[in-house]
C-alpha cells in the first residue's frame, strides 16, 4: 500500500494561485454580478473574506519558508479536515472544508463559503467560535484540524 503524504506547501500554494488567477470567476459562479444591493453587499463580502484568507495563508507560508516539508497550519484552512466539539452536548463532529463544487454535507464535506465552513475557516485549533446558521445559534471549540 503506497500512502502519498500530502506536500501542505504546494497545497497551499496551489490555493493562492487558484484564488489569484481565479477570484473573479469564483464569485461570478456562485455569487453572479446583478444590481441587487443584497448581492452586492455578499459578493463584496465574500470578496474580501477570501482576499483575508489569503493573506493567512500567505503568512503562514513566510512563516515557514525553509524546505517543502512544513506542519499542518494549527488553523482551518481549504483542504482541512476541523474536529468541532458543540458546546452544549460535548458531542464531537469533524468536517472536511472544500470547494462549493466538492461540497457533500451528508459525508461531512461542507463548502468554504456555507454558513458553517465560512465561520470555520481560518479558525484556530482550541478555539470557541459561536457559528450562527439559519434559525439557529450555537457554540463550538476547534477540538484538532488534520491535514487530509
Not at 488567477?21 to 477570501?50: G, M, W
Amino acid at each position: 500500500m503506497n500512502l502519498q503524504k500530502i506536500n501542505i506547501r504546494e497545497t497551499l500554494v496551489s490555493q493562492l494561485t487558484f484564488f489569484d488567477e481565479q477570484l473573479t470567476l469564483f464569485l461570478d459562479r456562485y455569487l453572479p454580478a446583478a444590481d441587487d444591493v443584497r448581492i452586492v453587499r455578499e459578493r463584496k463580502n465574500t470578496k474580501a473574506f477570501i482576499e483575508r484568507y489569503m493573506f493567512k495563508v500567505e503568512q503562514y507560508l513566510n512563516n515557514h519558508i525553509d524546505g517543502d516539508d512544513i506542519p499542518c497550519p494549527d488553523f482551518v484552512f481549504l483542504g482541512s479536515t476541523v474536529t468541532v466539539q458543540y458546546d452544549d452536548s460535548n458531542h464531537c463532529e469533524s468536517y472536511a472544508l472544500c470547494l462549493p463544487e466538492d461540497s457533500d454535507p451528508d459525508n461531512g464535506c461542507i463548502s468554504i463559503v456555507s454558513p458553517l465552513g465560512s465561520q470555520l475557516l481560518m479558525a484556530a485549533k482550541d478555539s470557541q467560535i459561536t457559528i450562527v446558521t439559519p434559525g439557529q445559534i450555537t457554540k463550538v471549540t476547534v477540538v484538532d484540524i488534520n491535514c487530509n
